[in-house]
């Protein structure tokens, strides 16, 4: 048996169908092709999907709706695949449930790197919380907004993120409470396992510290356990949005 | 009694003109009447009297005919001054109101002329716009098939140059979108830590690599629109990078002001272009730009961006050399 991870492309361009199969298969995936929605739900009864790659723009239902009706029904992941890189889609993409969200034309090793990550998430340390469809993560009066990665504070000030903290703080608000261990947050924020001199994590846990305003000397927000690593210490809770 | 009023500026001019001087010269015969009652009353008159009398008649004349004049004047310059106004707003807005299209003939007509000028324009911009859309978004499906294309190309050489042309293309499609995508987004005014949003662009940039520092510090949250001015300041970072090598960011913060600087250390700019050089798909000839690729919407959309905010750009050439593109923004 083998125990390649199986990928269905749902995607109204043929060339790009074809092109993505042989693509995934050459890279250690098992990969199958659909045109539209319906072909979509036959792909899925048929074989053990384990990740969809849907493109938002197809002939009979969009994406969208796919992509919603695909979450009601399982936690199948979703990557979406879209030709419109405006905000407002990226962000109805991610209101529907989709995991990521990838623009074309994308790099194929950049589409590699989100499918591999989305299935590590999903599968190697469940989050506590999966916000499915909640874009907004609120937490001590703060609010992380998933879809246009801005973090709001409680004064109403928007603090923007770089991609680095975006990520960090995102693997603790889908794990509160709980001690994330250096090894723990490399592996989750970038796939691999820890060097040895695997220090960038701290520098970016201190500016993360740094935005939500909690570098005193005793950290309120993100607590250090000393020998053991991080731990978010606030409630989470999901929302439709971050304006009060 | 409103129906009598003349519609068109010239009637109503000439109303107001006949019936003010009319006023006058009523008042002024009225006080002439006065003055001779009074002379005739006294009979052996008192002659001493007589200039002062008249410097008072002479100055109600005057004030009538001056207040007949400022109402006139004020109601040829007012419309002049909203079309003025209206079309600086528009010149800076192109969703601004059109003007209300009241009062006398010759200011309505002008108004609605205006106005019509004003839908044409939006209409025939909104189209290049659409038109220019639409094929940088429909060149995304073949350029997605390339990408995925070039990965079957087995001679490594050969498949980085192809992924660089890609890359061409691709960048000259996304700052075509960008730059239109400007022009006609409106984005809502927020409160934004700019430190955060500096500090945040030079991370990411510093994670790919690319030598961007930072220095200086915002006292104080800006008022202002965050995707625009995050697109500016990532434009004139990569400019720096691309034509100067490095980046760095200097915030210097003030009650008025605020002044965001990316310096290089690049050959800078010839003073003769720096004006044109913000203009858009403007690319100045050297040799480097074909090396560097880009469409010449860069620092467009930087300028742009500073306009929406009521600040501009300015670009000089520092004395110990390179590039500094100043974003300021009033506070």
Same mark, same amino acid.
């Given at each position: 048996m083998d125990n390649k991870d199986r990928i269905l492309i749902v995607d109204d361009d043929p060339e790009i169908r074809r092109l993505l199969v042989d693509y995934l298969a050459k890279n250690g995936f098992e990969a199958f092709a659909a045109k539209d929605g319906r072909e979509m739900w036959q792909g899925l009864e048929r074989h053990a999907i384990d990740l969809v790659v849907l493109? *938002?723009?197809?002939?009979?239902?969009?994406g969208l709706t796919l992509c919603r009706d695909l979450r009601a029904r399982s936690s199948m992941p979703v990557l979406m695949l879209t030709a419109r890189g405006e905000e407002a889609d990226r962000i109805v993409g991610i209101e529907m449930g989709a995991d990521d969200y990838l623009v074309k034309p994308f790099s194929p090793r950049e589409l590699l790197a989100r499918i591999n990550s989305i299935l590590r998430r999903t599968r190697a340390l469940p989050p506590? *919380?999966?916000? %499915?469809?909640?874009?907004c993560l609120v937490f001590a009066g703060w609010c992380l907004? #998933?879809? #246009?990665?801005v973090l709001t504070a409680p004064d109403g000030v928007v603090v923007p993120l770089s991609g680095g903290e975006y990520r960090l703080l995102r693997i603790l608000l889908e794990h509160p409470n709980r001690v994330l261990n250096r090894d723990q947050l490399v592996e989750l924020i970038h796939g691999r396992e820890a060097g040895p001199y695997d220090r960038a994590i701290d520098v970016q846990m201190s500016r993360l510290r740094q935005r939500l305003r909690? %570098?005193?000397?005793?950290?309120? *927000?993100?607590q250090t356990v000393r020998g053991e690593g991080y731990v978010l210490a606030a409630s989470v809770e999901g929302r439709a949005g971050c304006d009060q | 009694m409103l129906r009598f009023i003349p519609s068109s500026l010239f009637g109503r001019l000439t109303l107001i003109l006949v019936v003010g001087l009319l006023a006058a010269q009523f008042a002024s015969m009225w006080l002439h009447m006065g003055e001779r009652a009074m002379m005739m009353a006294q009979?052996?008159?008192?002659?001493?009297a007589l200039p002062s009398r008249f410097a008072t008649h002479l100055l109600i004349t005057l004030a009538a005919v001056i207040a007949v004049s400022l109402v006139a004047v004020r109601l040829v310059t007012r419309p002049l001054q909203h079309l003025a106004e209206a079309a600086d707003a528009f010149g800076s807005d192109l969703e601004s109101p059109p003007l209300p299209e009241t009062g006398p003939t010759e200011t309505r007509r002008a108004a609605e002329a205006f106005n019509r000028m004003q839908a044409r324009l939006r209409r025939l911009i909104a189209e290049r716009g659409r038109a220019l859309a639409a094929v940088s978004h429909d060149l995304r499906t073949p350029l997605t098939r390339m990408r995925l294309r070039a990965?079957?190309?087995?001679?490594e050489t050969l498949r980085a140059q192809i992924n660089a042309d890609i890359d061409d293309m691709q960048a000259m499609v996304e700052s075509t979108l960008d730059y239109l995508r400007g022009l006609r987004e409106n984005e809502a005014v927020q409160s934004i830590d700019m430190e955060a949003l500096l500090a945040s662009l030079v991370a990411d940039e510093q994670a790919l690599g690319r030598p961007v520092t930072l220095t200086g510090s915002v006292a104080a949250p800006y008022l202002g629109r965050l995707s625009t001015l995050k697109r500016a300041l990532g434009n004139l970072i990569d400019n720096a990078v691309k034509y100067g090598q490095s980046a760095h960011i200097a915030i210097e913060d003030s009650a008025t002001e605020l002044r965001l600087g990316v310096e290089d250390h690049g050959p800078g700019i010839a003073e003769a272009d720096l004006a044109r050089?913000?203009?858009?798909?403007v690319r100045l000839e050297a040799s480097r730009s074909r090396e560097t690729?880009?469409?010449?919407l860069g620092l467009t959309i930087a300028r742009d961006a500073a306009l929406l905010h009521g600040g501009e750009l300015r670009l000089a050439n520092r004395p110990d050399g390179g590039l500094a593109a100043t974003l300021v923004l009033p506070r």
């Open positions: 493109d *938002l723009m197809l002939p009979d239902t969009d506590n *919380l999966r916000p %499915e469809s909640q874009r907004d #998933t879809a #246009t990665r909690d %570098e005193n000397r005793e950290p309120q *927000l993100i | 009979s052996q008159g008192q002659f001493s990965e079957l190309v087995d001679d050089v913000v203009e858009p798909y690729g880009g469409v010449g």
